[in-house]
């Protein structure tokens, strides 16, 4: 008996180690907090963070690659300098840490410039402005205000900025309930199917999908914008100087081209 | 926009990680978690270690192995191999306690009379204890399967891509909320019937009539 209890356990190593290794391997990050402090000689590879959760910015393949606007712009940076880019999918809850950590070296992910992010990390020069708004649906005749007190359902993605939108408007007196939820396409689909009587979510990802989804569209309204714009940016270790300012130089020169105005047109955030 | 349908292999990807983690994770939780079961039949005071491991979330573990204690003690180990430790170790605090009820259950006049014809402690543990221990556990030990293979999808918080972090980047990426989810939920479904199914056969075949469990 216990001759074949080593058995199963080594069955059971042999099996996950099999499967393991037959898995597709990706390059390993080297985990190196500062190898972009200065110019890296030989060739250089980044590792690109992200969270495919947030259409169009960030959106997984079939293939298992991401595509959407910021893996574009990120391809485009690499291609100019000949960089290598490994793709690394990271939970957004632990994607900051991972970035110190050096499980990756940049975070591309429609990331949005805060000044509490950047007590930690540092980000790029801004290169996307977006607005929070409040969605209802069509036929709602009320006002923001009515919205905002009426004690009815609003919903918003967990943890995201629309998130803190909410908690900021339930602090400053405003009677509504929050309805979190894991994305913000569940969120609209509380607001289309009425378990939500409105959406807090954030222009960047609302045309986008409404040009997706021209049913949801006839259906929902922007009733009005929440607060001042915010911005993206690509988010690098403070120590990877070198890495930054590349990365700048690059972001600089693509938004001052007309491919820009192409990548804003084909990913529908023009 | 690319359809659901397309992603199925995409999804199915997946459980090569949940299975492999699954794997590993319940091997190093038997091979810890026996020995642990057997210490304290023995009266080794092991309560600090498993209160710890079974009170704390997983993705609390996982943190705390990842990103604190390895780099503390400048041991480098991925995403992956971390993860399978996470689960490794919360399983064997699981599984010492199933093993630990299968021991309590065998009779004890079983023991003292194992004893009594001189056998030593280790034969007794051997050819007395564990053939009836491991056969009595095997019921509730394939719950350990079922529960590990849907915990493991927390290992996501550490970047290891298995089937529900998928899932919602399919229902991302095709605008909806609930088919890839259903998709999933077939999946894991199967995954779960198929080892449980497995594991049945196996208690089937070792069990032994008119002992305990049989």
């Known amino acids: 008996m216990v001759g074949r209890y080593i058995a199963v356990l080594l069955l059971g190593l042999l099996v996950g180690a099999a499967l393991g290794y037959a898995i597709p391997k990706q390059e390993e990050c080297l985990l190196e907090r500062s190898k972009f402090s200065n110019p890296p000689s030989g060739e250089v590879t980044i590792v690109y963070g992200f969270d495919a959760n947030y259409p169009p910015f960030t959106v997984m393949q079939p293939d298992g690659k991401p595509v959407g606007f910021d893996v574009d712009v990120m391809n485009l940076i690499a291609e100019k300098y000949g960089w ?3 793709y690394k999918p990271w939970d ?28 930690k990390i540092w980000f790029s020069v801004p290169y996307y402005t977006y607005v929070h708004q409040l969605v209802v649906r069509s036929e709602d005749k009320r006002s923001l205000d009515e919205i905002l007190n009426s004690n009815e359902y609003i919903a918003v993605q967990v943890g995201s900025t629309a998130d803190k939108w909410a908690d900021k408007l339930l602090k400053a007196g405003y009677k509504f309930k929050k309805l979190g939820l894991d994305s913000y396409v569940a969120a609209l689909e509380a607001l289309l199917d009425g378990r ?13 999908y409404l040009k997706r989804n021209p049913a949801a569209a006839d259906r929902v309204k922007v009733l009005g914008n929440l607060g001042a714009p915010k911005t993206y940016a690509i988010a690098t270790r403070p120590q990877d100087k070198w890495l930054r300012d590349k990365i700048n130089e690059a972001l600089e020169e693509l938004m001052n081209s007309p491919k820009w105005n192409e990548l804003l047109r084909k990913w529908g955030l023009d | 926009m690319p359809s659901l349908l397309e992603y199925i292999p995409f999804l199915i990807e997946g459980s090569l990680w949940t299975l492999s983690l699954v794997a590993l994770g319940l091997s190093l939780g038997l091979s810890l978690g026996l020995p642990i079961a057997l210490m304290k039949f023995y009266g080794v005071k092991l309560d600090a270690y498993i209160w710890f491991m079974r009170g704390t979330p997983l993705v609390v573990l996982l943190s705390l192995l990842y990103w604190g204690v390895f780099p503390s003690f400048g041991v480098e180990l991925g995403p992956f191999e971390t993860s399978v430790i996470a689960l490794g170790l919360r399983s064997s605090a699981y599984q010492s306690q199933i093993f630990l009820s299968a021991l309590n259950s065998v009779d004890s006049g079983q023991i003292i009379a194992a004893r009594s014809i001189g056998m030593r402690e280790s034969q007794v543990v051997t050819y007395v204890l564990l053939p009836q221990a491991l056969r009595i556990s095997l019921p509730s030990w394939s719950n350990e399967y079922a529960i590990m293979l849907k915990d493991s999808s927390i290992c996501f918080a550490l970047g290891v891509m298995e089937i529900l972090t998928r899932a919602r980047y399919i229902s991302v990426a095709t605008d909806s909320a609930l088919l890839p989810y259903l998709l999933a939920g077939v999946l894991f479904f199967s995954l779960t019937h198929a080892g449980t199914g497995a594991l049945e056969i196996v208690y089937r075949r070792v069990k032994i009539k008119g002992t305990l469990g049989g």
């Open chain 1, 196 to 208: 939500a009587s409105a959406v807090i979510t954030d222009s960047a990802f609302l045309e986008p």
């Open chain 1, 84 to 86: 290598k880019i490994v």
């Open chain 1, 92 to 119: 957004w809850s632990t994607i900051v840490a991972a970035l110190e950590n050096g499980d990756i070296d940049v975070i591309a992910s429609g990331m949005t410039f805060t000044a509490e992010r950047s007590q």
